[in-house]
Structures are given as C-alpha cells and as structure tokens.
C-alpha cells in the first residue's frame, strides 16, 4: 500500500491549485505536496510581476484566452475571500506609433471575443491615467489587477493543509520510479510512495516527466527575467500599470511598469537566457544546466531566426547594462532618468521549446501510466491557476 493516493511535486500556484481541486472533488483523498524547497513561492509563483491578465492578449477560443479571463475573476474573488492583497489598477497597453495603434484594433477585437472589457483611448485620455507615459492611443482595459502572489500561494498552502494534505518541505524529488500500483519516489530526504504522482515541478518538471518517458520531444528553456524599481520619490511616475503593444511574433511582454500592492513599481522583466535553471542574477551559471541547454538542438532551431538573436543580444544588453535597460524603459515613459531606477528582484520563466526550434505558447500538461505532468505552465500562469489546476484535477481523477 502507498503513503499517499496523491503525490503533487511542487508546490507553486499550480501544485497546489491541482491539490485544492483534487480534495475539492473528493475530501477523502489522502493527498501530499512534496516541495525541494523549505519555503513556498521561492521560484516563479512567488517571482513574477503579480499581474492578473485578463485576456485580451490570446487568441478567441485559445486554452490560454479561457483561463485566463476565467481566472481573473476567480483569483479577484478568492483573494477577496481570503484577504489576500488585491488592487484593481486596470492597465493602459501604450501605442506609440501607427503599427502598433494597428495592432491595437486587433487587441480590442480579441478582447471583445474573449469577453473582456476594454476601449481604445486617445493620447491625451492616456495621459488622464497616466500622466507621465508616451503614446498616441492606447487600450485600456480596466479588468487587469495586481495580486500579493507569495500570499496567495501561502493562502491555497493554508487551505490544503486544513484538508489533511501533508507538506514534506526541503524534500528534492531525484528519482521517479512506475512501480506496480504506483510509483516509488526518491527524495533528498528518503523514500516516498504513491499511487498517482502529478508533477508540476516548474522549471524541472521536464526532467522528472522525462524519468518516466513523458515530454521526451521539448525541453525547458529558463529565460531570466528582470526587474527594476523605482527609487520611492519617484514611484508616482506610474499610477496603475503601464505595457507596451505586444509584438504578436514574441512571446514575452516586454518591459512595463506595474504598481504592485505594496506601492513599489517595478519595471521590467526583460528575458535573457538564464545560464542555470535557478541562475537568478546575470552572474549565477550552473555549468551542467547551462550545456544541457546548449547541447539541444531545440534552443539552436529557435535562435536560428534574425529576429530572435537580434532579440536575443538587445536583452543581453539590457541585462548587463543598466543605461540600456533604462533607455528601453523611456519608450513608455520618456521622463525617466537612471538614477530613477533601482535593482530590484528576478524571476526565471520554464518555457518550453520543442525540438523544432517554436516556444511553446499554450499551457501543456501529459500523461503517464499513472501520473500527469505539467509541461508548460507559462505566462499568465499565475492568473490561470485556479481554472488551470482544476481543469488537471479533472483529468487526474478521472484516472485515478
Ligand atoms: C518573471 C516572470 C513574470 C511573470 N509574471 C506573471 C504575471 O504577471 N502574471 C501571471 O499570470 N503570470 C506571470 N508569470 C508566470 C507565472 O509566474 C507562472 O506561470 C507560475 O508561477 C507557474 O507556477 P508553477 O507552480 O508551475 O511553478 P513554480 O512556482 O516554479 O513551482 C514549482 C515548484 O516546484 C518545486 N520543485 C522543482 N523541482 C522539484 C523537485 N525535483 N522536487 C520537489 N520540488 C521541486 C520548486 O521549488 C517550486 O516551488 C511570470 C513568470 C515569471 C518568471
């Protein structure tokens, strides 16, 4: 017999979000959360920009566009519920010139199609929200909100926990093993078994679904990204959030300003590749990660394009040069000056690139003979938490 019917590996909002569901189904499910670190949110649930993206960035009919508008209102309502610091800012996504006013048109469409609220607004009606930022139109969609992640992990960790699910903190899963009824899992802190494993191990879940040959054609790729924060005296140069026109070929947002809950802005994150999967400053590497992600053909194919490693180099720059970083940051907000900006934290996104050289862009979850793993939880993961990790606890339990 097992220790546990559930083992969940990780315990980021995605982890837990699966837990929460799984004893939501079903309380008398004997469920644990086998986490490497001894503290929650220490990697991208608790290092992100903390935005709730309503969705009008996704394509109409997208998994990403469903959860994403689905788990907007339900993280409002859950952090409403369980006091957890919400403030519902709206975002202005700036135009500064015709292509990108074009693209505006598109943005407004999809949020139509998506049923999210948002008009496009003129120069100076921008400057009504912002007085301090660039652009000739913008889209303001007033849906978009700032969230405390780390409590909001903490609070669905309090809410397992009440339901008897059982954290092994400090406790690195290094082997997976199928065995008969099960799997047997080794950890940095002894032996462990289940009858169903989810792994939703983030920036390593590839490597553990690996173990039990799933996801053998994508790899994780971790792009760093980082921040800045405005010195305090110079905090009110943005009110709410202010984005940039995304460039619909880059799978990253590019560098915008955020007022989070607790009245920093921080600016950023650019994305460049990280040369370790936990390599948070532009001076960390980890030699074996950093050759594992040279050594795959899939990293190759996909900065083989002009554009990408023309990309590539301007965000190097931006990591190592803070003038460079700064002059980017002007595109929206032209009055900022370097002595405005201070370093501040980074986070480092697991995303997945197949072997044909594409970012993966949906969320991607596979299934093992007794287990189901999740590949790629990427931007807006932590907006789509809560529909995400009920849509795998569906799954998972009709399997069980
Ligand atoms: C810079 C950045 C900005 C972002 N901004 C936003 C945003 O504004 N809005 C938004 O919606 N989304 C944002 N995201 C995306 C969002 O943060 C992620 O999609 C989400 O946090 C993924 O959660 P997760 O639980 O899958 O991963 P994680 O939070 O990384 O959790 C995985 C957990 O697994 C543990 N683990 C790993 N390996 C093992 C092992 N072998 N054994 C045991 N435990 C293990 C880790 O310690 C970790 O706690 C951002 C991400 C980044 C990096």
Request: proline share 4%.
């Amino acid at each position: 017999m097992s220790d546990h019917d559930v083992a969940v590996i990780g315990g980021g909002c995605v982890g837990l979000s699966v837990a929460k569901h799984l004893l939501e189904r079903d309380s008398t499910l004997d469920v644990c959360v086998i986490e490497k670190e001894y503290h929650l949110a220490e990697h991208q649930s608790g290092r992100n920009s903390g935005v709730l993206h309503p969705g009008f960035n996704y394509p109409p009919g997208s998994l990403k566009a469903r959860f994403a508008t689905e788990g907007t209102s339900r993280m409002k309502s859950y952090c409403r519920e369980n006091g957890i610091p919400l403030e519902e800012f709206g975002v202005v996504v700036a135009a500064t010139d015709d292509a990108e006013v074009e693209r505006l048109d598109d943005l407004d469409e999809q949020a139509e199609a998506n049923g999210v609220e948002a008009s496009i607004i003129d120069g100076d009606e921008l400057r009504e929200h912002e007085p301090h930022a660039a652009g000739i139109a913008a889209l303001y969609c007033p849906e978009a909100a700032s969230v405390d992640s780390q409590q909001y992990v903490y609070t669905l960790a309090r809410e397992v926990s009440s339901q008897g699910t059982t954290f092994y903190m400090g406790h690195e899963v290094e082997c997976l093993d199928e065995v008969a009824g099960g799997h047997r899992i080794e950890t940095s802190n002894g032996r462990l078994t289940a009858d169903y494993v989810v792994n939703a191990a983030g920036l390593y879940a590839d490597r553990l679904a690996q173990q039990v040959g799933v996801g053998h054609d994508m790899q994780v790729v971790p792009f760093r990204g980082e921040y800045y924060e405005l010195v305090p005296e110079r905090r009110d140069i943005c009110r709410t959030m202010i984005y940039p026109t995304p460039d619909p070929e880059l799978p990253f947002l590019g560098v915008h300003y955020t007022r989070r809950t607790d009245g920093k802005v921080i600016v950023g994150p650019n994305a460049v590749l990280a040369f370790g999967r936990e390599a948070y400053r532009n001076t960390d590497f980890d030699l074996g990660e950093l050759k594992e992600t040279l050594g795959y053909e899939g990293f190759w194919r996909l900065v083989a394009s002009r554009k990408m490693l023309g990309v590539a180099v301007d965000e190097l720059g931006k990591s190592y040069r803070k003038e460079r970083f700064v002059e980017a940051s002007r595109k929206l907000v032209p009055g900022v000056r370097e002595e405005d900006f201070a370093r501040s934290y980074a986070g480092i996104r697991a995303q997945l690139v197949s072997d044909d050289g594409q970012l993966v862009k949906d969320p991607v979850f596979e299934h093992g003979a007794r287990s189901t793993h999740v590949l790629n939880a990427v931007s807006p993961g932590l907006t789509s938490s809560l529909p995400f990790g009920e849509h795998v606890a569906e799954q998972v339990a009709e399997r069980l």
